[in-house]
Nanobody
């Protein structure tokens, strides 16, 4: 059974930082492009960042560009999203997803191109 799981959400103070982890069972994450998404209450899901297979490229969207880093630890079969300078508008449920759609050279965060999804983890930014 192929499953993804997000770890690391919680309550964070404004201007704080966090690291979300995406772990997998039943699939090797390095064989997929991995994307991070989020959905805030009353809003559509939005893509944040992705990492290609074999780590050849990364992509960040405007909401997190310059304050997020996506990375992979193959030994742990885990992909991370580190964010800093958190704002209340970053409050959302964060999801990781895996896609076989992209080549090794590029990725994007178009959610319909991702086959496997985690259940999400809540991140709340508040003082």
């Amino acid at each position: 059974q192929m499953q993804l799981a997000e770890i690391g959400g919680g309550l964070v103070q404004p201007e704080g930082s966090l690291r979300l982890s995406c772990t997998a069972s039943g699939l090797i994450l390095d064989d997929y492009a991995i994307g991070w998404f989020r959905q805030a209450p009353g809003k559509e899901r939005e893509g944040l960042s992705c990492l290609t297979k074999k780590d050849s490229d990364t992509w960040y969207t405007e909401p997190v560009r310059g304050r997020a880093i996506i990375s992979r630890d193959n030994a742990k079969n885990t992909v991370y999203l580190e964010m800093n300078g958190l704002k209340p508008e970053d409050t959302a449920v964060y999801y990781c997803a895996a896609s076989s759609h992209y080549s090794n050279r590029w990725c994007r965060v178009r959610d319909f191109e991702y086959e496997y999804w985690g259940q999400g983890t809540q991140v709340t930014v508040s003082s």
